[in-house]
């Protein structure tokens, strides 16, 4: 069974740093674009940086200079690193990949996970 799953969320003080991961799990011939996007409570989910199979980044504006996107291909896992977190980035994170498996291929999700600014 193929799964994403996030791991490093957690409560931080605003102007702190969280380093998310997300890794892929079984049968996988591929991946394409890994993805993190976010979700707050009453807020459509968004897209917050995607990193392409070649090593490419984009980045949604409210992160850029903050949140850094990368990828260890060997270990099918991507990362965010966030600094100099806002009250404003409270959201659930998740991960998307777009995978090629042996049965299917398509955008995969992670379950999430909370990521809390507040002092």
């Known amino acids: 069974q193929v799964q994403l799953v996030e791991s490093g969320g957690g409560l931080v003080q605003p102007g702190g740093s969280l380093r998310l991961s997300c890794a892929a799990s079984g049968s996988i011939n591929s991946i394409n674009a890994m993805s993190w996007y976010r979700q707050a409570p009453g807020n459509k989910r968004e897209l917050v940086a995607t990193?392409?199979?070649?090593?490419?980044?984009n980045y949604a504006d409210f992160v850029k200079e903050r949140f850094t996107i990368s990828r260890d291909i060997a270990k099918n896992t991507v990362y965010l690193q966030m600094n100099r977190l806002k009250p404003e980035d409270t959201a659930v994170y998740y991960c998307n990949a777009y995978l090629v498996t042996p049965l299917t291929r398509g955008n995969f999700w992670g379950q999430g996970t909370q990521v809390t600014v507040s002092s």
């Open positions: 990193i392409g199979s070649g090593g490419s980044t």
